[in-house]
């Protein structure tokens, strides 16, 4: 317990003025002078030091006590103050919770109560007012301020609300919602009653809705809806039909607006309106029906068949074929027998191309007395076997005092002719052609005047040119020759003589052998034709023929010397049709020889004046013909 003292507490023993000093002998202990025991308590410091006597021995114990004043008035103090701090916190708790009780939270819960009110009731005409010019007075007149403009809101929404139930109710529109992401449609009542929903849940709605959908419609709307998601149009207006619950099918227009997108920028919800338009549908057919109709026939007009060919020049790959008729003979009906007659006739032959024509096929008419057939994605052969119909059907037309025919021609869309009108062009320039061979066309008679003065001054026949005219018609009907070619090889057969106008008299009515000097005449005949037809615009197209027809296959022909395939193909066909012709009958100048003498002139002259292959069918053409007893 011994240990060594400190200075400073050794002064503080000995310096203080209240300490007590006790001396007491500890016989039989031996300790050092400099050795101390200190004890404390609470209130006091003792310490106990061994000392030694006279006879040296640690025989004498001094003990020194003293009092811890300051150390228990401090402590004291402390308590003191801590009592006194927490009478003090406790009553300004006191005061406080009653004051804040009193002005704030008393306040507060009055604000939460009426926000509570206003949440419940929906009451916005409550009002809240709290005394004093604080913060809290001024949030209760935010939120008092705050509720009035919402019942100003909310009564202009009713107001908006009830004045679209009205509307949607007065007209029946639909009102559709739709949730690209969940696949949910909202659909206002008056719709679902008008079309007949029956699912009850907005999933079912969605799936039900497109169900309605016309089947020829579901593809179209596709196609739009995918555009409408994938371009993010905001604003659409689409057209297509619907299916009543009835079976009745509607026509609706529907337009609306994408409101909402994504974080990728897709459409999730799009709002649209769905009005019935059925009837309307029904107004602007009619009118459409009327302005791209022909009043008295039925057929397209003239404006619809531009609009067709406006479309067909947008497609660079679009096929077609353009036929072009004119009824002959309708200004002399019109003249003599009246327009109602007229009228009759334009109807009559429009009924039969109706009958007669593919339901693709479009037929219109475009003037007066002139047709056009739109022939879309056929063959050529179709085109050809039905202009072959429509002639013969206006042919036996029997209700008027003169009898009926039509002009036709036709071109084909292709690399010469790639825009509409350049088609159009074509076709009726054949058409004009055709007419030439057409008794009963006025455009006939230039073809008439010629042959007329032809026949009057030579003693080619009539006969004689119609007989031309027919075998080699069947001759190139045979050999596959197009219309067209057709129609230029009946004109060529009718006035491929025609330079025989400008040969004298005394040179093509010698009974006996012609001169050199009458044979060069002579056969400057073909060199006149081409002329003749060079300069009358109508018969232009067969002027090469018209040269051509003398000279020969192996080039020993006039008046140009061409060779085989040199020689315009139609120029070929007549060379033999009239070579045999010639043989067959009787001229001023000659007798005629039986049918097996043409015969075996052609095949000894063929490869040399003829073309093998035509000889070779004109000879099957004549087989046939005999067979069927035909002349």
Same mark, same amino acid.
């Given at each position: ?17 209240k ?18 025991? +200190? ?22 114990l ?14 004291n ?6 009592? =006194? ?7 300004i708790?006191?005061l406080n ?18 926000v ?6 929906? $009451? ?12 809290l ?26 004045? /679209? ?37 907005e999933n ?5 809705? /497109? ?6 419609f ?61 009837? *309307? ?7 459409? %029906? ?16 531009e ?7 947008? $497609? ?11 009824v ?16 009759? =006739?334009i ?11 593919d ?28 202009? &072959? ?17 039509? &002009? ?7 690399d ?10 074509? &076709? ?21 005047s010629?042959? *007329? ?16 005219k027919?075998?080699? %018609? ?9 219309q ?10 009718l ?6 106008i400008?040969?004298?008299?005394q ?17 400057s ?10 300069s ?14 003398? !000279? ?27 070579s ?11 007798? &005629? *020889?039986?049918?097996?003498?043409? +015969? ?17 069918? %004109? ?7 005999? !067979?069927?007893?035909?002349?």
């Amino acid at each position: 317990m011994g240990r060594y003292v400190d200075k400073e507490l050794m002064n503080y023993i000995n310096e203080s003025s209240k300490a007590n000093i006790t001396f007491k002998g500890l016989p039989g202990n031996s300790h050092s002078l400099s050795e101390i025991s +200190i004890a404390r308590s609470y209130d006091k410091i003792s310490a106990y030091r061994n000392t030694k006597d006279i006879n040296e021995e640690s025989s004498i114990l001094i003990s020194m006590s003293i009092e811890r004043y300051a150390h228990i008035l401090a402590i004291n103090y402390i308590k003191i103050f801590c009592l =006194l701090y927490i009478v003090a916190l406790f009553m300004i708790l006191v005061l406080n919770n009653r004051i804040l009780d009193k002005y704030v939270l008393k306040r507060l819960k009055l604000l939460d109560d009426f926000v509570e009110r206003v949440r419940k009731t929906k $009451d916005t005409t409550l009002r809240l007012v709290l005394a004093g010019n604080d913060e809290l007075s001024k949030i209760a007149d935010s939120t008092s301020n705050m509720v009035a403009e919402l019942a100003i809101a909310n009564n202009d929404v009713k107001e908006m609300d009830e004045r /679209f139930r009205l509307i949607m109710e007065a007209t029946k529109d639909g009102y559709l919602d739709l949730d690209l992401v969940a696949n949910r449609l909202y659909i206002n009542r008056e719709w679902k009653q008008e079309l007949g929903y029956t699912s009850k849940n907005e999933n079912g709605l969605f799936y039900e809705h /497109f169900s309605k959908i016309h089947p020829e419609f579901i593809e179209y709307l596709s196609t739009n809806y995918t555009n409408i998601i994938n371009n993010n149009d905001e604003l659409f207006d689409i057209t297509y039909k619907m299916i009543k619950d009835t079976g009745e099918i509607i026509w609706v227009l529907e337009r609306g607006k994408i409101v909402s997108k994504d974080e990728k920028g897709r459409p999730t919800r799009i709002l649209s309106i769905v009005m019935d338009i059925t009837e *309307r549908k029904k107004y602007e057919e009619e009118i459409l %029906f009327l302005s791209y109709s022909d009043k008295l026939t039925g057929l397209s007009n003239r404006a619809y068949m531009e609009k067709q060919f406006e479309e067909l020049d947008k $497609d660079k790959n679009s096929s077609y074929f353009i036929i072009m008729g004119d009824v002959n003979g309708l200004k002399l009906i019109n003249d003599a027998l009246g327009h109602k007659i007229g009228d009759k =006739l334009i109807y009559n032959v429009s009924n039969e191309m109706k009958n007669i024509c593919d339901h693709n096929d479009v037929v219109s008419r475009w003037s007066g007395d002139e047709f056009i057939i739109l022939i879309k994605n056929r063959e050529k052969d179709y085109v050809e076997d039905l202009i &072959a119909k429509i002639k013969q059907a206006c042919d036996t037309i029997k209700d008027f005092p003169i009898s009926i025919s039509i &002009a036709l021609g036709y071109a084909e869309k292709d690399d010469d002719n790639k825009e509409s009108e350049a088609v159009m062009s074509v &076709a009726e320039k054949r058409m004009y052609r055709n007419k030439l061979i057409e008794k009963k066309s006025t455009r006939n008679a230039i073809t008439s005047s010629l042959l *007329r003065t032809l026949h009057e001054k030579h003693s080619e026949t009539e006969e004689h040119t119609m007989r031309i005219k027919n075998m080699s %018609f069947k001759l190139g009907k045979r050999m596959g020759l197009p219309q067209d070619k057709l129609d230029e090889l009946e004109l060529l057969g009718l006035l491929h003589d025609i330079g025989k106008i400008g040969i004298p008299e005394q040179i093509l009515l010698k009974p006996a052998k012609l001169t050199a000097e009458e044979w060069v005449v002579m056969k400057s005949h073909t060199e006149i034709g081409y002329r003749i037809a060079k300069s009358t615009p109508e018969l232009s197209h067969i002027a090469d023929e018209i040269l051509s027809h003398h !000279e020969r296959y192996d080039g020993t022909g006039y008046p140009n010397g061409l060779k085989a395939e040199e020689i315009p193909l139609l120029a070929r066909i007549i060379n033999v049709v009239d070579s045999f012709d010639v043989m067959t009958h009787k001229r001023e100048y000659k007798l &005629a *020889r039986d049918m097996n003498y043409g +015969i075996e002139e052609l095949k000894r002259c063929s490869s040399t004046q003829f073309d093998p292959h035509i000889v070779a069918e %004109f000879l099957e053409l004549l087989q046939e013909d005999d !067979e069927n007893g035909q002349p």
